[in-house]
């Protein structure tokens, strides 16, 4: 008798990361006509990916990093100096093909500066880290007429869309004064959470915006916590995205009257990521049929799933003394988070662990009236309750700083707190037993005995006891009704058949 085989086609996509890639800028600053340089206060760099396009075993990609710099002039005044540079990079990869999904992330691992007479030298390092989007289809067995089946729900996984939209978020501020100069201005972005209940795909997150400026003589630091958002256009049940977010552009408008100057802030952040939407089918992964042997074909069907994106937030702290004995803090100015790398990501069963160090820069002025800076290092190790996360589950995540302040102790001594909010991407390796094919072969002799006693080995299935035997596991359990599902090992089972 013919084994009628039924198989379905279905999508086993994953998203995967590439190798990535490090390039090093560098510019210079010539502060001549700005009364020059003693030393820099705070520098931090941001970048952003403008243009990507994948080609047979090529990603070309475009860029854009900001450098942001205050510093002391060759008198002692705040000045700062902002930059601009493009850059292009080609990423070569065997794996890539033309047109397929493809995001570059890019961060600023590293910046340094350096003092030439009046001019600054600014080297900074980026790391360009692509994903790509694998296209795969799978042949799943759903059933196999006229056999014995086992069956197993097994979860797939298929790519919708790419993410790539702007969300433009804003606020204002009357600081009461006439503003003088603005110091430093900038923001970072970070995602939430992904909702997609009723049917809708819903990005939530918040832009952290540092505003310093100067009024009157006085040096003043405002942040500005927004949040944002923006509903997808794609609309399904099911779905799931590991959705990134960047600073695109950040505008600052000063208005009001003389003695009453407003900001007016607007961010626009840039949300970018892959929708995946994953599916449940009822597989067939063995077979036998008790008149005709039979040859089964299986493979193992891997892919990365995406679970979950998560956020933690947790406050850390530290504190930095004067290394002058002689000098006195009379008040601070700002506190400016330069750099915020988050180097480690664990599993863990339960929990996750986080590390990384946050860089910040302590602009003061002391009882003299001159202005100094010093530069502080807060390492952090955070662990986080993760119930859904286990130690084989793969993470990948950023993190931003929020609500930097600052507290004098002591005249020489400077404590500082900070917010960490981290937004991580949890992925899980599937592995599906799939049928590839099914021969069917000669015809089994029909057993003469008329009772059988098998004696089964310790942890065989129920399934691999009546495939043995060649008999449907329902006859089986009638017929021995203590069995359960895996064997102990000291079972004997007997079986009774009719002689014809």
Do not use: H
């Not at 030393?39 to 047979?56: F, N, P, W």
């Not at 600081?175 to 970072?188: P, Q, T």
């Not at 589950?393 to 917010?419: F, H, N, P, Q, W």
């Amino acid at each position: 008798m013919a084994i009628n085989t039924i198989f379905k086609s279905v999508s086993a996509d994953y998203e995967r990361n590439l190798d990535g890639k490090q390039i090093v800028m560098q510019c210079n600053f010539d502060t001549t006509s700005k009364g020059g340089v003693s030393k820099v206060c705070a520098l931090s760099g941001d970048v952003r990916i403008t243009k990507t396009q994948t080609m047979s075993k090529q990603i070309k990609t475009s860029g854009r990093v900001s450098i942001k710099l205050v510093y002391l002039d060759a008198e002692g005044k705040l000045n700062n100096f902002d930059y601009i540079s493009d850059f292009s990079e080609d990423i070569n990869n065997d794996g890539v093909v033309s047109d397929m999904p493809c995001i570059v992330r890019a961060s600023v691992v590293d910046i340094q500066s350096g003092i030439t007479g009046a001019e600054i030298k600014v080297q900074t390092v980026v790391e360009l880290m692509p994903a790509v989007v694998e296209i795969n289809t799978v042949e799943v067995l759903e059933d196999a007429e006229d056999a014995l089946t086992l069956k197993q729900e097994q979860q797939y996984q298929k790519y919708i869309c790419s993410v790539d939209e702007c969300v433009e978020v804003s606020d204002e501020y009357s600081c009461g004064a006439k503003v003088d100069d603005v110091l430093f201005f900038d923001a970072k972005a970070i995602v939430g959470d992904v909702d997609n209940s009723d049917g809708k795909l819903v990005i939530t997150g918040r832009a952290e915006v540092s505003l310093i400026y100067m009024s009157e003589g006085v040096v003043s630091t405002k942040n500005f916590n927004i949040p944002f958002a923006q509903e997808l256009a794609v609309r399904d049940e099911n779905l799931s995205a590991c959705i990134t977010a960047n600073v695109k552009e950040n505008r600052l408008v000063i208005e009001g009257s003389e003695s009453d100057n407003t900001f007016k802030i607007s961010v626009n952040v840039e949300l970018q990521g892959f929708v995946m939407q994953t599916c449940l089918i009822d597989a067939v992964t063995d077979l036998y049929s008790p008149t005709n042997a039979l040859d089964v074909s299986v493979e193992e069907v891997c892919f990365d799933r995406q679970d979950a994106l998560m956020r933690f937030e947790e406050k850390i702290g530290g504190s930095v003394t004067v290394e002058n004995t002689d000098e006195r803090i009379k008040s601070i100015c700002s506190c400016i988070v330069t750099q915020n790398n988050l180097s480690n990501l664990v599993a863990m069963d339960g929990a996750l662990l986080a590390e990384g160090v946050l860089n910040t820069s302590v602009i003061y002025e002391t009882e003299e009236g001159a202005y100094k800076c010093m530069q502080v290092e807060l390492p952090y190790s955070l662990q986080f309750d993760a119930p859904s996360v286990v130690s084989s589950t793969m993470l990948s995540g950023c993190a931003i700083a929020t609500d930097c302040s600052y507290k004098v102790k002591r005249d020489r001594e400077v404590e500082i707190a900070a917010g960490i909010v981290i937004s991580v991407c949890a992925m899980t390796r599937v592995k599906n037993t799939v049928v590839k094919g099914v021969e069917e072969g000669e015809e089994i002799a029909a057993d003469s005995n008329a009772i059988s006693i098998y004696l089964p080995d310790k942890g065989e299935s129920i399934w691999q006891v009546a495939k043995t035997l060649g008999m449907p596991i329902e006859s089986i359990k009638e017929q021995n009704p203590d069995l359960g599902a895996l064997m102990a090992g000291d079972e004997r089972i007997v079986i009774y058949r009719e002689i014809g």
